[in-house]
């Protein structure tokens, strides 16, 4: 066996978990090595929105400890041990002023993002949903190509980035001249981007804090490899001393995190743990095979099994793109809760408050036994807000009834026949939502009934409730809607310092799991946007700050 390369810590994934945990330990003045089975850094992370839900930090002094304590407590419950939850409230204001004040991360607190249950005790509407702030790629220099690109489908002219932000000034840019002045210099901008690359550099969402925290670790002197699968974790003594990957070994002085993602292209947990019948999409890239958990659960660790759901969930629609591959994209808050338009079951029945969270809009589709069901809206709808992957003010719907992403109908009847469903049923769901509409009120449902939704719904919207509407005239359209993934719950059962436990409960020395890879502090519930990146973020700095307590003893 060829000699082991010696490190302090060996960090296994590059999503935000294992990026924050090798920024942690360079600070720490650790010697780190990172290592990625794919060919880009980033992971899921890099393909999100980028927002990390992190109460009470720096960033947002008006929130309370106490509450959100008891927002937990409420939307969790006995989910997940109490002794998670609260390392998680104590250790995420320490993480963001450690990497915040490096410059490790640019976060800040969107203006109005309220959590997702704002109806229950310590909630709030502002301030614990931190945003990554845009960022140069082309400070990376060559290194720019590492960073895993976001899905096609979030870019516009042909690789540009876009916000929320942005979004907002493109729609109004003919209407506005500040909205004119910051479209424009978005265009040139990444027009000169794309004279020297295959796409723009103005990195925004989860790119910019992917391309953010790489160029820390890259001026930290922070050892990347990618395409480095590591094949067992070795353990000797008891205790996790290194990898090897081949013939070769790595050894690990202070530790070894593993942070790999979770298990949503694990085809044997994916079956063992979701529920029946199994969603076939997934939103998670397809390189996230739960081999970290393999490695954990081959050293001793142990899965979590109790929590309400295996995952976290989001309705999607999927279509073949040009180049074959397949787009799976995630109806998170564009276009369900807006007025307008409503989601049915098999039969043409309306069955779920369509401007929930996209987790409670897959929960509601499970049991109505909705598996699949189809949003469906006139055309326009789909000129003013869009429909998944059809941006707002296409015209032209043709192509995309021809591809077969959406099923067209000049009337009730006919979309009624076109996605399957009862005639009669599906008149009686229209006019219940012009109903419901007229009064401002969905008393099936309780749709635009609390601040969460009514803040994903349209404040221009002339009528009592921002997310109910008429569905108009025809032609209607409608878009297939499948349950997937969005990243796994369940994953190793660790202590508050993110180490791995056995089977007996106690922590196995020098082994530590985050991310996906480690069981969610949230269990299977979903309390806020960015529940996934901000726990990741938090226990990737626990365990690299607790790993570097045994190279100062």
Same mark, same amino acid.
């Given at each position: 066996?060829?000699? /082991?390369? %010696?490190?302090?810590?060996?960090?296994?994934? *590059? $999503? !935000?978990?294992? #990026? @924050?945990?090798? =920024?942690?330990?360079?600070?720490?003045?650790?010697?780190?090595?990172?290592?990625?089975?794919?060919?880009?850094?980033?992971?899921?992370?890099?393909?999100?929105?980028?927002?990390?839900?992190?109460?009470?930090?720096?960033?947002?002094?008006?929130?309370?400890?106490?509450?959100?304590?008891?927002?937990?407590?409420?939307?969790?419950?006995?989910?997940?041990?109490?002794?998670?939850?609260?390392?998680?409230?104590?250790? /995420?204001? %320490?993480?963001?002023?450690?990497?915040?004040? *490096? $410059? !490790?991360?640019? #976060? @800040?607190?969107? =203006?109005?993002?309220?959590?997702?249950?704002?109806?229950?005790?310590?909630?709030?509407?502002?301030?614990?949903?931190?945003?990554?702030?845009?960022?140069?790629?082309?400070?990376?220099?060559?290194?720019?190509?590492?960073?895993?690109?976001?899905?096609?489908?979030?870019?516009?002219?042909?690789?540009?980035?876009?916000?929320?932000?942005?979004?907002?000034?493109?729609?109004?840019?003919?209407?506005?001249?500040?909205?004119?002045?910051?479209?424009?210099?978005?265009?040139?901008?990444? $027009?000169?981007?794309? #004279?020297?690359?295959?796409?723009?550099?103005?990195?925004?969402?989860?790119?910019?804090?992917?391309?953010?925290?790489?160029?820390?670790?890259?001026?930290?002197?922070?050892?990347?490899?990618?395409?480095?699968?590591?094949?067992?974790?070795?353990?000797?003594?008891?205790?996790?001393?290194?990898?090897?990957?081949?013939?070769?070994?790595?050894?690990?002085?202070?530790?070894?995190?593993?942070?790999?993602?979770?298990?949503?292209?694990?085809?044997?947990?994916?079956?063992?743990?979701?529920?029946?019948?199994?969603?076939?999409?997934?939103?998670?890239?397809?390189?996230?095979?739960?081999?970290?958990?393999?490695?954990?659960?081959?050293?001793?660790?142990?899965?979590?099994?109790?929590?309400?759901?295996?995952?976290?969930?989001?309705?999607?629609?999927?279509?073949?793109?040009?180049?074959?591959?397949?787009?799976?994209?995630?109806?998170?808050?564009?276009?369900?809760?807006?007025?307008?338009?409503?989601?049915?079951?098999?039969?043409?029945?309306?069955?779920?408050?369509?401007?929930?969270?996209?987790?409670?809009?897959?929960?509601?589709?499970?049991?109505?036994?909705?598996?699949?069901?189809?949003?469906?809206?006139?055309?326009?709808?789909?000129?003013?807000?869009?429909?998944?992957?059809?941006?707002?003010?296409?015209?032209?719907?043709?192509?995309?009834?021809?591809?077969?992403?959406?099923?067209?109908?000049?009337?009730?009847?006919?979309?009624?026949?076109?996605?399957?469903?009862?005639?009669?049923?599906?008149?009686?769901?229209?006019?219940?939502?012009?109903?419901?509409?007229?009064?401002?009120?969905?008393?099936?449902?309780?749709?635009?009934?609390?601040?969460?939704?009514?803040?994903?719904?349209?404040?221009?919207?002339?009528?009592?409730?921002?997310?109910?509407?008429?569905?108009?005239?025809?032609?209607?359209?409608?878009?297939?809607?499948?349950?997937?993934?969005?990243?796994?719950?369940?994953?190793?059962?660790?202590?508050?310092?993110?180490?791995?436990?056995?089977?007996?409960?106690?922590?196995?020395?020098?082994?530590?799991?985050?991310?996906?890879?480690?069981?969610?502090?949230?269990?299977?519930?979903?309390?806020?946007?960015?529940?996934?990146?901000?726990?990741?973020?938090?226990?990737?700095?626990?365990?690299?700050?607790?790993?570097?307590?045994?190279?100062?003893?």
């Amino acid at each position: 066996m060829d000699e /082991a390369e %010696e490190f302090d810590l060996v960090v296994i994934g *590059a $999503g !935000a978990a294992g #990026l @924050a945990a090798s =920024a942690t330990a360079a600070l720490a003045g650790l010697r780190v090595v990172l290592l990625e089975a794919s060919d880009r850094v980033g992971g899921t992370c890099a393909i999100s929105a980028g927002c990390a839900w992190l109460p009470n930090t720096m960033l947002s002094r008006e929130d309370d400890p106490d509450a959100a304590r008891q927002y937990l407590d409420h939307v969790v419950g006995n989910d997940s041990r109490a002794e998670m939850r609260e390392a998680f409230l104590a250790r /995420a204001p %320490e993480m963001v002023a450690e990497l915040q004040n *490096a $410059g !490790a991360i640019d #976060l @800040a607190p969107f =203006a109005h993002h309220p959590d997702y249950h704002t109806d229950l005790p310590g909630a709030v509407t502002r301030g614990r949903a931190l945003g990554a702030q845009p960022f140069d790629g082309r400070k990376l220099g060559s290194a720019f190509r590492l960073v895993k690109p976001p899905l096609p489908e979030f870019t516009i002219m042909g690789g540009m980035m876009v916000d929320r932000t942005d979004i907002g000034h493109l729609l109004r840019a003919t209407r506005n001249l500040a909205s004119f002045r910051h479209a424009a210099g978005l265009m040139l901008r990444h $027009g000169r981007d794309r #004279l020297t690359g295959p796409r723009g550099r103005r990195l925004v969402m989860g790119n910019a804090l992917v391309g953010r925290l790489l160029a820390f670790l890259i001026d930290r002197g922070v050892e990347i490899r990618t395409g480095c699968r590591v094949d067992r974790i070795v353990v000797s003594d008891g205790r996790a001393t290194g990898v090897a990957i081949g013939k070769q070994q790595i050894a690990a002085h202070c530790g070894i995190v593993v942070c790999t993602g979770g298990f949503s292209h694990h085809a044997r947990l994916r079956q063992d743990l979701f529920p029946d019948p199994v969603a076939e999409q997934s939103v998670v890239p397809d390189t996230n095979t739960g081999g970290g958990v393999d490695l954990l659960l081959g050293a001793g660790g142990q899965l979590e099994r109790g929590y309400s759901n295996a995952a976290f969930w989001a309705p999607a629609s999927v279509r073949t793109r040009s180049d074959g591959s397949k787009a799976v994209f995630p109806h998170l808050l564009l276009d369900r809760a807006k007025p307008g338009i409503i989601a049915v079951d098999a039969s043409g029945r309306r069955f779920v408050d369509e401007s929930t969270s996209y987790h409670r809009f897959v929960e509601g589709m499970y049991q109505a036994g909705a598996i699949t069901c189809h949003l469906v809206c006139n055309a326009a709808f789909i000129r003013q807000y869009g429909l998944g992957v059809i941006r707002p003010m296409t015209r032209r719907l043709g192509p995309w009834v021809a591809e077969g992403y959406l099923a067209e109908g000049r009337d009730i009847k006919a979309i009624a026949t076109a996605i399957g469903a009862d005639p009669a049923v599906l008149a009686d769901s229209f006019a219940r939502n012009d109903r419901y509409a007229a009064e401002g009120r969905d008393p099936e449902f309780n749709r635009g009934s609390t601040a969460y939704s009514r803040n994903l719904g349209d404040p221009d919207h002339i009528g009592p409730n921002p997310c109910l509407g008429p569905m108009g005239e025809g032609p209607y359209y409608a878009v297939r809607l499948h349950p997937a993934d969005i990243g796994t719950a369940m994953g190793i059962v660790t202590d508050t310092e993110a180490r791995v436990l056995d089977a007996a409960g106690a922590p196995i020395p020098g082994l530590y799991a985050a991310g996906a890879d480690m069981a969610s502090v949230m269990g299977g519930s979903y309390p806020g946007p960015g529940i996934t990146i901000g726990p990741a973020l938090t226990f990737g700095h626990v365990a690299a700050r607790h790993a570097a307590t045994s190279k100062e003893t």
